[in-house]
């Protein structure tokens, strides 16, 4: 019996201890391990962009007139709409400035254009990280400012306002390159499809062609 009692209390003794062992301070702590959600390229991404424009004219009708680029800026507002895993839809809405320089008979002249841009265009993923895209742009013309200085007098006349036709229909072309899943590389070419009438008797009729760079931010 009293070797049944002393059998007994060895095995209390030895379940105790290892019970201490598992829930003391030395038991072994669970690890959860996070798993992030996997990034779903197919989701409406939205953002912003804003980048440089190198602005000029290109001549509608006459070839003898030759003009300078300025430099100007665009930003706007970016949407992303996913069609296939290789093609989708963006519009955006842009402010752009253009316009151009030109050396008259003992004058000189600029042109600055303030524009509410609003490029349709379809996108290809090329490979991952590269993009081309393309389609047609409808431009708003919201302000205009002349600058002619006379160098014979050496007075500088400005106008503001604008005359004739103010919305046009223009092409657009260009890539981007990803950085990460949020930030873009932006580059593109556009020009007006249609004539713009010129405020000055001695400038010819003329379309806008623009280069732009600059960087986009894209959220889901």
Not at 5 to 13: K, N, T, V
Not at 29 to 41: F, K, L, S
Not at 191 to 218: C, H, M, T, Y
Request: hydrophobic share 35%; proline share 4%.
């Amino acid at each position: 019996m009293k070797k049944f009692i002393f059998f007994a209390i060895c095995l209390f003794a030895a379940g105790a201890a290892s019970a201490q062992t598992y829930y003391g301070p030395n038991r072994p702590q669970r690890r959860y391990v996070h798993q992030r959600r996997p990034y779903n390229d197919n989701q409406i991404k939205v953002g912003f962009t804003a980048g440089l424009n190198v602005a000029n004219s290109l001549d509608a009708y006459d070839s003898r007139f030759s003009s300078s680029s300025i430099a100007a800026f665009n930003v706007g507002l970016t949407l992303d709409v996913p069609v296939t895993y290789s093609f989708s839809f963006a519009p955006e809405v842009l402010f752009s400035q253009k316009g151009f320089s030109a050396d008259l008979d003992n004058a000189h002249f600029t042109e600055r254009t303030n524009y509410i841009d609003v490029p349709l265009l379809a996108k290809f993923k090329i490979v991952p990280g590269f993009n081309f895209l393309i389609g047609p742009q409808l431009t708003f013309l919201t302000s205009q400012r002349d600058t002619y200085r006379d160098f014979g007098t050496n007075v500088e006349t400005r106008y503001d306002g604008h005359q004739g036709d103010q919305s046009y229909v223009a092409g657009v072309v260009g890539v981007s390159f990803d950085i990460n899943r949020n930030v873009e590389i932006r580059g593109r070419y556009n020009i007006d499809l249609s004539r713009n009438s010129s405020n000055e008797a001695d400038l010819p009729d003329f379309r806008n062609q623009v280069w732009q760079i600059g960087l986009g931010f894209k959220f889901q």
